[in-house]
């Protein structure tokens, strides 16, 4: 029902920065709640940023907090992740995600769990050098 395709990633400086892409397709893209998540090599994957229907709230994982933003262009059908102040710790797979099961106000905590979104990207690498 939903694709999502990924783009952006690469090799990149500890303090640079880096905007990752997710264009969406399939459903109405603002009925849906988005969200990134990112895995390091034997390593749990992990909730980074999440974002609302509306895009009128966003959410953060404390690691990245002050330095990533998410926004989201739903005439575009896109959601991004803007990535700033990179450090060698941000290096993983990112993966965006969407949810149709998600309630119009869902609790916050549910944008970090994995089983709240049934749609997958299919990641991008960010490597950071230090």
């Known amino acids: 029902q939903v694709q999502l395709v990924e783009s952006g990633g690469g090799l990149v400086q500890a303090g640079g920065s880096l905007r990752l892409s997710c264009a969406a397709s399939g459903r109405t893209f603002s009925n849906l709640h988005m969200g990134w998540f990112r895995q390091a090599p034997g390593k749990e994957r992990e909730f980074v940023a999440g974002?609302?229907?509306?895009?009128?709230?966003?959410y953060f994982a404390e690691s990245v907090k002050g330095r990533f933003t998410i926004f989201r262009d739903n005439a575009q059908s896109m959601v991004y992740l803007q990535m700033n102040v990179l450090k060698a710790e941000d290096t993983a797979v990112y993966y965006c995600a969407a949810s149709s099961v998600m309630s119009s106000r869902p609790y916050r905590s549910n944008y970090s769990l994995m089983a709240s979104y049934d749609f997958w990207g299919q990641g991008t690498q960010v490597t950071v050098s230090s």
């Open positions: 974002v609302t229907w509306s895009g009128s709230t966003q």
